[in-house]
């Protein structure tokens, strides 16, 4: 078992960077590949960004390239989620996740999640 606790969220202006955390316990978190997706009410949960268990390959969907980072430092079991030039569009609830696989899009494909982290971008 993985437990994980994400952290950071509040409200933002439009064009405010935000730095997410999310706090990785239990069996071995080094050993997985972590992700964060995020979800709006009434739609489903979407890939964010991804990292590989040793942080060396990382993938992000095309809407935040450029202004999000993951990022991962293995010997505290932390994952961040750098986040600039938020917009509106980035208002939701972000969730942190562990797999086996590294960059995988699909929600399905991870095996372990946290509560989740509201942010709100105002225009």
């Known amino acids: 078992q993985v437990q994980l606790v994400e952290s950071g969220g509040g409200l933002v202006q439009a064009g405010d960077s935000l730095r997410l955390s999310c706090a990785a316990s239990g069996r071995t978190p080094s050993n997985y590949a972590m992700g964060w997706f995020r979800q709006v009410p009434g739609m489903e949960r979407e890939f964010v960004a991804g990292i590989s268990s040793a942080g060396l390959n990382t993938c992000y969907t095309d809407s935040v390239k450029g202004r999000f980072t993951i990022s991962r430092d293995n010997a505290n079991n932390t994952v961040y989620l750098q986040m600039n030039s938020l917009s509106p569009e980035d208002t939701a609830v972000y969730f942190c996740?562990?797999?086996?696989?590294?960059?995988?899009?699909?929600?399905?494909?991870?095996?372990?999640w946290g509560q989740g982290t509201q942010v709100t971008v105002s225009s």
């Open positions: 996740t562990a797999g086996l696989l590294g960059c995988a899009r699909r929600s399905a494909q991870y095996r372990y």
